[in-house]
């Protein structure tokens, strides 16, 4: 799918402001790396093969991710137990074209139509769908005033393992048997820590749902 950046895109703030060795990186992702939506797997080696091919560009990408995302030109997010990109502000691309297989980013809202019969009910179905939305955007600023008292949380891929052997610890395209297993043992890292995260999310739901089971009002 051809993707061309325009000028109005070039003078984007999250554009202007990301760090000038990151923005390379950045036209990558418009471009190249992400879907028309915007969004790809945070999986660094694959998103430094589809913007640097033949290089050892796995440490780079993931320093200019950081870059980008504190810069505003996209959002980190997990869903489906993956970590996830969203540029901020993707290409426009055709409508008919426009669709991503990528789970949405937090605090993304769609809205949906419903036909109903009858003016009332059509009235009535608007009214509740306005104030619905309401109480969303007012959940969704109390949550954003909570966590921006808040540290920033570590990304996982800052940790682990590295993903090559000694030699090669950015791993190699051609075929080495320390970087496999060294792969499979960053792999395994990742896929444990994140685990880790998502038992003490649902304890932590758990413990909040006893407490809410036991208040009386």
């Known amino acids: 799918m051809q993707r061309r950046i325009s000028a109005e895109d070039m003078r984007w703030p999250g554009y202007l402001r990301a760090p000038h060795e990151a923005k390379p990186t950045a036209v990558g992702l418009w471009t190249t790396a992400t879907d028309p939506l915007g969004r790809c797997e945070l999986v660094p080696e694959l998103i430094a093969a589809a913007i640097y091919p033949g290089q050892a560009a796995t440490d780079l990408v993931i320093e200019h991710l950081l870059m980008l995302a504190d810069s505003g ?9 993956s970590e996830w990109i969203a540029l901020r ?7 008919r074209l426009a669709s991503s297989d990528a789970p949405e980013p937090p605090h993304e809202h769609s809205r949906t139509f419903v036909a109903v019969g009858g003016a009332g009910e059509r009235a009535g179905a608007r009214v509740r769908a306005e104030q619905g939305e309401r109480v969303s955007q007012w959940a969704t600023w109390a949550e954003e005033q909570e966590t921006r008292t808040r540290p920033p949380k570590r990304p996982l891929l800052m940790d682990a393992p590295p993903i ?28 444990e820590a994140r685990y880790g995260e998502q038992m003490t999310e649902y304890e932590q739901n758990q413990e909040a749902g006893e407490v809410w089971d036991d208040s009386t009002f």
Do not use: M, N
């Open 89 to 95: 502000r993707p290409l426009r691309v055709d409508a």
């Open 164 to 191: 090559g052997c000694p030699d090669h610890p950015s791993g190699r395209f051609k075929d080495c048997g320390p970087c496999g297993t060294a792969r499979r043992r960053h792999d395994r890292w990742v896929q």
């Open 73 to 81: 030109f996209l959002t980190i997010y997990q869903e489906r137990g």
